[in-house]
């Protein structure tokens, strides 16, 4: 394998690790060095999404977190729109309350899943497999399955489902969407909905971030 001049910096706690040398990019990528990196970048990236997540303006602000909205919520608010404008205002508004509710939930599973990653991972990350599409294999479904209740409770406390139910009555196609009868929204299915966005504009973010600092840190590695 081609040769390549290795030069990385990576921060760790409070001091800086230097590598210098010459080998393969497999060999580094592969060894305790690579996996550091792509470690540090990850958790940097969630760092990142937990602080969006835990500022309610920064979370509604963020486009990744729109990005994420699931096609059926996306219905929903789109019917909304039509009927009670504010409303939808308003769901966004308890959606973003909910997610900063999550974030001790989510952070320490992500963490966790970021630690356990090991050299074969890293050598799908050099073939060309994102590090955050390997940490959302490992953890989306427990995430969502993890905040799906504080989700539920936040939405509950709010009342956001009653509320739409008295704005959509009647409406068919709200109801079936989220998974009530024909005239009523069920609250289960409005958290359900709002969980995987949650989680999927988080893993936005992370691998936003990635992106931005995959040359600088990644292309020692090959990538």
């Known amino acids: ?5 290795i030069a990385a910096a990576l921060l ?6 230097i ?29 990142k999404g937990i602080g969006i997540y835990s500022n ?10 729109d990005k994420a909205l699931p096609q059926e919520l996306r219905d929903i608010n789109s019917t ?7 409303l939808v205002a308003k769901e966004r508004d308890f959606i973003a309350q909910a997610a900063a509710y999550t974030v001790n939930t989510s952070k320490p599973i992500l963490q966790g899943a970021v630690n356990s990653l090991n050299a074969q991972d890293v050598t799908r990350i050099i073939q060309g497999t994102t590090a955050t599409q390997i940490l959302k ?3 989306s479904q427990q995430l969502v399955a993890a905040i799906a209740p504080k989700v539920d409770e936040k939405l509950n406390e709010y009342g956001i489902a009653k509320t739409i139910n008295a704005a959509l009555s009647g ?29 999927n504009g988080l893993f936005n973010i992370i691998e936003d971030y990635e992106h931005q600092n995959s040359k600088a840190l990644l292309g020692p590695l090959g990538k």
Do not use: H, W
Not at 80 to 86: N, R, T, Y
């Open 137 to 139: 294999e490992k953890t």
């Open 56 to 65: 309610k303006e920064a979370f509604l602000q963020n486009n990744m977190v």
């Open 19 to 47: 590598f210098t040398g010459v080998q393969s990019c497999t060999t580094v990528a592969t060894s305790d060095i690579g996996l550091s990196i792509i470690k540090r970048v990850l958790l940097n990236g969630i760092d």
């Open 171 to 199: 409406n068919n196609l709200l109801g079936s969407l989220l998974g009530g009868s024909s005239n009523n929204v069920n609250t289960g299915g409005l958290s359900r909905l709002a969980s995987e966005q949650l989680v």
């Open 80 to 86: 909304l729109e039509k009927i009670a404008p504010s």
């Open 12 to 17: 760790i706690g409070t001091g800086t690790l």
């Open 1 to 5: 394998m081609k040769k390549y001049i």
